[in-house]
């Protein structure tokens, strides 16, 4: 089963995927988050490229584990991406992912600058995995 994580963002929309085996997840892209919104041939390439079953969402949270102030933005945006692309759709915890991809990418030697088209699938690619570690156990 392979998984399409998606971190959803007011600008970009960072991209993850899972191996077939729901595994391991990688980083894939960065896309305009209109493009993704609009379903836009960037995005349904992606989509048939991977070929996923199942669609992951990051939810923001806050660090009391209640739904954050995007939330609900979040939520509507997902679930008209998943029936766009006739996906089922889950929802993964996403606090503290962008700050760990910063963390990782600093570690790597990335500038601000540089790192700015990266962060959203790095952290896409950290929730994505901690969802299928979860489900391994």
Partial sequence: MRVLAL???EVRVGIAVSDPGARVASPVCVLPAAEVLAHAASFRRVLEDWEPEVLLCG?????????????????????????ACGLPLEFADERLS???????????????????????????????QSWLDARQS
């Fill in 98 to 128: 962008s700050a760990e991809a910063k963390r990782i990418l600093k570690e790597q030697g990335l500038s601000e600058r540089a790192m700015r088209g990266k962060v959203d699938m790095v952290a896409a690619s950290l929730f994505l």
């Fill in 59 to 83: 939810r923001p949270l806050t660090m009391a584990g209640e739904a954050g102030p995007q939330a609900q933005r979040i939520v509507e945006q997902a679930r008209s991406i998943a029936r």
């Fill in 7 to 9: 971190d959803i963002g």
